[in-house]
């Protein structure tokens, strides 16, 4: 295994904060702004990037193995957009033949020039922010794009080369939306991605969603249609050959998200841009959300961050759990006390989890219950270890 003190950083993010108006649920670090400043983001990324180039801390590797551009909509930012990121990280660096460089974009600003312009700069995966083919729903959103629009940007990307697609899918919606969420999915299936992500909507604070859940105009999904909805997905995309291999993500063979599988098996990360975060082991650290205060600082010559956290020996512990247990890879059973092995044997007799050869992973329905199983297990570890401890001292 790599040293992770020491290996140098090859899965690098940038976000790119733009988008036209801000959805009716969207928490994200988010500037609303129908022409984003292309130039002045591409020269702030390229500011801070000199600035942690300076600080040593994230040494980039000679060549990158993932290269994510989120946002907000990156696809706002227009066709010239992905030249320039390749300027401010250097050709050299995307230069591997098997780079995975992911671009989010949205249906109504992915234009064909777009599309041109980002395949030839080296974009070979696509997520597209779909969210739902009922254009009442997508109104309801507050999205921009209409069903065909999301259908059009699908094709029009295959013809332009992306091979590799992925398209982002909304569920657990309001009952009062009125969604049939088997045929989203179902249209979603008739148009083959290689990949799926499924979110479950949440009640964000500060949202207009919030708002209009305390005024009571809106009643959050209850647990039992959140489940319902999420098991039945579940069993119809593994049904169709795609691999459940993260609690919210679904790849036909081949095309997991290896940006998204370096974050789960905490690998060093750089992320630039506002909002961004970059992790490297035990170290954690994130940049100011707002674009404006982001931009100040690096115009200043100064680092954007905003804070850090280091993880103790017992978060690194409850980190490792949750990023095993979120993905099925799962966790070594064999690793644990005899208390872990035996709370994880009641949950597989529970059907919340099962064995993947000598390792327990949970299955979609201990998926659901993700966050308690963690925080029990770890509870268990704990317990272990500081008998272990007092064992261990009574014995000298
Ligand atoms: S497009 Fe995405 S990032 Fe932008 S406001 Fe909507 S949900 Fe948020």
Redesign the pocket.
């Known amino acids: 295994m790599r040293d992770r003190q020491e290996e140098s950083v090859a899965v690098v993010y940038l976000h790119a904060p733009f988008?036209v108006r801000?959805?009716f649920y969207?928490d994200?670090a988010?500037t609303v702004s129908p022409s984003p400043p292309v130039g002045s983001w591409i020269s702030a990324l390229d500011r801070e990037l000199r600035l942690v180039e300076d600080e040593g801390l994230f040494g980039l590797a000679r060549e990158l193995e993932t290269l994510y551009v989120g946002?907000?909509?990156p696809s706002l930012l227009g066709p010239a957009a992905m030249d320039g990121v390749k300027e401010v990280l250097g050709p050299g660096r995307l230069a591997r033949e098997d780079l995975e460089w992911t671009a989010e974009a949205?249906p109504e600003s992915f234009h064909r020039e777009v599309a041109r312009r980002w395949r030839q700069a080296g974009v070979n995966r696509l997520s597209l922010?779909v969210q739902s083919f009922q254009a009442p729903v997508l109104r309801w959103m507050g999205r921009l794009h209409g069903p065909d629009d999301a259908r059009e940007a699908v094709a029009l990307a295959r013809r332009e080369g992306f091979a590799n697609l992925n398209l982002d899918l909304l569920f657990g919606l309001p009952a009062e939306v009125d969604r049939e969420w088997r045929k989203d999915l179902e249209a979603a299936l008739a148009l083959r991605p290689t990949h799926l992500s499924l979110y479950g909507l949440t009640v964000e604070p500060r949202t207009p969603l919030e708002r209009a859940v305390r005024d009571r105009k809106v009643s959050p999904a209850g647990d039992e249609r959140y489940r319902e909805e999420f098991l039945w997905a579940a069993e119809r995309l593994r049904a169709e050959g795609y691999r459940h291999y993260e609690v919210s993500n679904f790849a036909l063979p081949g095309f997991e998200s290896r940006h998204n599988l370096a974050y789960w098996q905490l690998r060093p990360y750089l992320g630039l841009g506002n909002s961004a975060h970059s992790f490297r082991f035990p170290m954690r650290r994130w940049n100011l959300r707002d674009w404006s205060a982001y931009q100040k600082a690096v115009g200043e010559g100064k680092l954007p961050v905003e804070g850090e956290e280091r993880l103790s020996p017992a978060q690194a512990r409850l980190e490792r759990l949750w990023l095993g247990l979120r993905t099925d890879a799962g966790i070594s059973s064999g690793e644990l006390p005899s208390a872990g092995r035996g709370l994880l044997a009641g949950w597989i007799r529970k059907g919340w989890a099962e064995w993947w050869g000598s390792r327990v992973r949970l299955t979609a329905e201990g998926w659901l219950l993700l966050d308690s199983l963690v925080v029990e297990l770890d509870g268990v570890l704990e317990r272990s270890e500081l008998q272990r401890d007092r064992g261990g001292k009574g014995g000298r």
């Open positions: 988008c801000r959805c969207c994200f988010v946002g907000g909509t949205n922010g």
